[in-house]
């Protein structure tokens, strides 16, 4: 299983980014798809999470009001869009599959790269 994390860079706050995750060597339609970011000396922390058919989205309190979450199953991709960029967004972004509802990291199965965030002022 592979989950490869893009779209991540150096944004300005304020700005907008949408990351992207995709997925191989799973049935990508049965899993739990969630975003995860970590920033260095910090616990990781959840920021997004969708079902499996998109029907149900669940949110982490730093995503709420600023970030969305998507997914094609046909292309086996989940994305973050991420709008109003703060300095404290910035982290490693990380995509995470599992089989349990609400996600959750101690629960998740496989886990991408992570793609770096960096939002300035």
């Known amino acids: 299983v592979q989950l490869q994390a893009s779209g991540g860079g150096l944004a300005h706050a304020g700005d907008s980014l949408r990351l992207s995750c995709a997925a191989s060597?799973?049935?990508?339609?049965?899993?739990?798809m969630a975003w995860f970011r970590q920033t260095p000396g910090k616990e990781q922390e959840f920021v997004l999470g969708?079902?499996?058919?998109?029907?149900?989205?669940y949110s982490g309190n730093s995503a709420k009001g600023r970030f969305t979450i998507s997914r094609d199953n046909a292309e086996s991709t989940v994305f973050l869009q991420m709008n109003g960029l703060k300095v404290e967004d910035t982290a490693v972004y990380y995509c995470?599959?599992?089989?349990?509802?609400?996600?959750?990291?101690?629960?998740?199965?496989?886990w991408g790269n992570g793609t770096l965030v960096t939002v300035s002022s």
């Open positions: 995470a599959a599992g089989s349990v509802w609400p996600p959750d990291k101690s629960r998740m199965q496989y």
């Open positions: 060597g799973l049935t990508f339609s049965h899993y739990v």
């Open positions: 969708i079902s499996p058919t998109s029907t149900s989205t």
